[in-house]
C-alpha cells in the first residue's frame, strides 16, 4: 500500500520506518522540503534534525504535503497538533478526499511550559475540527494515546496486552485501520469507541499521559481497560 505520512518528527520517523519494514510504499510530507533537510537543531524533545534520519532511510522519498497526499492510499497525520489544520489544507482536499486519514496528532498547546494544556477540549476535539474541515474524508482518531515507539510495537509494553482506542465516523474506514494496526505493528486490542466526537475524551487523556510520563519516567506504557 502506499502510504502518505505527513510531519517529519519523532513519531512520522518511526511510523515510516515501521512501514517501510513492512513492505509498504511509503511518502513523507512536510510543508517545505529545502527548510526540513537544512534544519541542524534537534528536535524539541532532543531527537536529531530529520536530515539525520532521512540519511539513514535514503529510500523514503520527501516531499511537499500536497504531492503526499496526491500518492497515498491511506494519509497519517503526524504533524502538531497546532499545526494539522494547516497542513492539512496545503495538503489539498481534492488529494484527501473519499481516502481514509488517521490522525494521530493531540492538540497539545507548549505555549506556557510543560506540561502543557489543550488548545480544544471538552465540547470539541481536533478531531472533529479535521472532519469538518474535509467533510469527504474519512477520519479514523488512533494511536494518539501512546509515545510512538509503543505505536509500532505494542509488545514491549506488557507483551502488547493493554488497549488502543479508535473511534471515527465511518464504519468501514475504522475497520480498515484497525486491521491495519493488527496486522503491521501488532496490536491484539483494539476498542472502539464510536463517533468521531469520541476523540474529545482521547484527546483528553494526554494531561494525564503526560503527568505519568513524569512520575514513570519514562514513555514506554499504556492503558489496560479491565472489566
Known amino acids: 500500500m502506499k502510504v502518505a505520512i505527513l510531519g517529519t518528527g519523532m513519531v512520522g520517523q518511526t511510523l515510516a520506518a515501521k512501514l517501510s519494514e513492512m513492505h509498504h510504499e511509503v511518502i513523507i510530507g512536510t510543508r517545505n522540503v529545502a527548510e ?5 537543531a534537534p528536535g524539541p524533545f532532543g531527537n536529531p534534525p530529520f536530515k ?9 522519498p520527501v516531499v511537499p504535503y500536497a504531492q503526499a497526499a496526491a500518492q497515498g492510499e491511506m494519509v497519517l497525520n503526524a504533524t502538531s497538533g497546532g499545526a494539522s489544520l494547516d497542513a492539512l489544507r496545503l495538503a489539498g482536499e481534492a488529494n484527501l478526499s473519499g481516502k481514509i486519514l488517521v490522525d494521530i496528532a493531540n492538540p497539545l498547546d507548549f505555549s506556557k511550559g510543560m506540561p502543557p494544556s489543550l488548545s480544544v477540549c471538552n465540547t470539541n476535539s481536533l478531531a472533529e475540527q479535521i472532519q469538518r474541515a474535509f467533510p469527504t474524508v474519512k477520519v479514523v482518531k488512533a494511536l494518539n494515546t501512546v509515545n510512538a515507539l509503543v505505536m509500532v510495537n505494542p509488545n514491549a509494553v506488557a507483551g502488547g496486552d493493554h488497549h488502543l482506542l479508535v473511534c471515527g465516523n465511518d464504519a468501514s474506514a475504522k475497520t480498515s485501520v484497525t486491521e491495519f494496526l493488527k496486522t503491521n505493528f501488532g496490536w491484539k486490542n483494539i476498542i472502539d469507541l464510536g463517533d468521531i466526537t469520541a476523540a474529545r475524551g482521547t484527546e483528553m487523556i494526554l494531561p494525564v499521559w503526560v503527568r505519568l510520563m513524569g512520575a514513570l519516567k519514562t514513555p514506554m506504557f499504556n492503558f489496560k481497560i479491565v472489566q
Open 52 to 60: 539525520v534520519w532521512k540519511e539513514q532511510h535514503p529510500a523514503t
Open 36 to 40: 526540513t533537510m537544512a534544519k541542524t
